[in-house]
C-alpha cells in the first residue's frame, strides 16, 4: 500500500523539489500550503517583498503541484500563526530578548498543527524542504536529527524542538543535497518556480524593519493584556546606561536594539560602546566596551533532547548560540527542571536571551534550549 505524505509547500524551490521528489520514491504525494499572514495589509507586504506566505507564494505551490499532477489545499493557520508565533515574538522582544520566530513557527505550526492535520488526511508523513537529516539509531533505539551535508544550508538548529513521538513521520529529502544541487534539480524536472530567489528575511516582517512592525503591532493590541502593557513599555523611551548605572543618553524603546548593537545609540565615549543587555522591567539599555559582550557561560531553559532521553551528567559539546554562528566547544552540565547550564571554553561573544543555543555532537543534534541568561562574565577581548 502506497504511504502518504503531505508537503508543506511554501512556493519555493527547497519544497517544491521536495514534493517531486518523494513523488519520485513512490509516495503518495499532496501539497498543503499555510495561510498564515495575521492581516490583509501584511499579506500585500508579503507579495510585494515575496515571501513563503504570500499569496503569489500559494499561486507558486498551486502551479507545482499542478506540474506535478498532485492535489494542492490551502489551510487557514492565520488564528494559531499568531498565538504562537506573533504574539511570541512580540512579548520576547518586550522583556529585553531576541526570539528566534522560526524555531516556534516550526515547532508549533509546521510539526505542531499542520502534523495533526495531516493524520485527518489520513497521510503517514508530513515532509518541508528543510537541510537536514533524521535517522533510526538502532543501538539507541531513538530518532536522531543530524546537519544537512551542505554545512552552508544546515538548518538543524531550528528543528531542535523535534520529539521522539514526531520525528518518526518526518521526511526531509533534501538533507542529503546541497542546494545547488536542488537548484539544478528544480531546472531538470522544468519546476515553475526554479529561478525563484530565496527569501532572507521573517516571513510576517516581509520589508526586514522589526521595530517598526513591533511598535505598530503593540500599539493596535488590545490593552486590557498584562504582556500588551509591558510591549507599550518597551515602545516608549528610557535611558541608556554604563554598567555603573550612569546615565549616557536615551534609547527610543527596547524593541529597536538587540545585544551587541552599536548603530542608533546615539552617543558617544572614549571607545566604542555596544549594547552589552537590556533590562526590561526598567525599560532601559546597559552599553559597555567590546569586551564586556563577552560570556564564559550562559543558562538555557526549555530544553529539549534528541540523542539522549536526558542529561544525567555533563557533556561534550559544541554549542551553536544563533544560526549562523559556528559551533564553540563547550560542557554542558545539566540542572534542575528543563534548564542546563553551557560552560564554554572560550568567552563567545554576544549571547542573547531569547535566541537558541544548539547542542551538537559531531553532526548529531544532542537537544537545545532557550537561552535564558549568564553565569558569570568571560574574559574580554
Known sequence: MTERVIVAMSGGVDSSITAALLKQ?????????????????????????????????????????????IPHYTLNFREA??????????????????????????????????????????????ATGHYARIEFNSFKGRYILKKGVDSTKDQSYVLYTLTQEKLPHILLPLGNFT?????????????????????????????????????GYMEAAPAGRPAYRTGRRAIN?????DSQGNILGKHRGILFYTIGQRKGLRISGKEPLYVVSID???????????????????????????SVEKLVRPMSVTVKIRYKAEGAPATIIPLEGDKVRVRFKEPQRAITPGQAAVFYDGNIVVGGGTISGYIREGRGK
Open 81 to 126: 500563526f499568531a498565538q504562537k508565533v506573533i504574539n511570541y515574538f512580540c512579548r520576547e522582544y518586550a522583556r529585553g530578548r531576541t526570539p528566534n520566530p522560526c524555531i516556534k513557527c516550526n515547532q508549533h505550526i509546521k510539526f505542531g498543527i499542520l502534523l495533526e492535520k495531516a493524520k485527518e488526511f489520513g497521510a503517514d508523513f508530513i
Open 179 to 215: 542546494k545547488d544541487e536542488t537548484r539544478r534539480l528544480a531546472v531538470k524536472l522544468g519546476l515553475p518556480v526554479a529561478g525563484t530567489k530565496e527569501s532572507q528575511e521573517i516571513c510576517f516582517i516581509p520589508d526586514g524593519d522589526y521595530g517598526k512592525f513591533l511598535k
Open 280 to 306: 526590561g522591567e526598567r525599560n532601559a539599555l546597559i552599553v559597555g566596551p567590546s569586551r564586556d559582550l563577552y560570556r564564559q557561560e550562559l543558562v538555557a531553559e526549555e530544553v529539549n533532547y534528541i
Open 25 to 69: 520514491w513512490g509516495y503518495e504525494v499532496m501539497g498543503i500550503t499555510m495561510e498564515i499572514w495575521p492581516s490583509p495589509k501584511i499579506a500585500q507586504g508579503v507579495d510585494r517583498f515575496g515571501g513563503c506566505c504570500s499569496l503569489k507564494a500559494i499561486g507558486d505551490a498551486h502551479r507545482v503541484a499542478d506540474h506535478l499532477n
Open 237 to 241: 523611551p528610557g535611558p541608556i546606561l
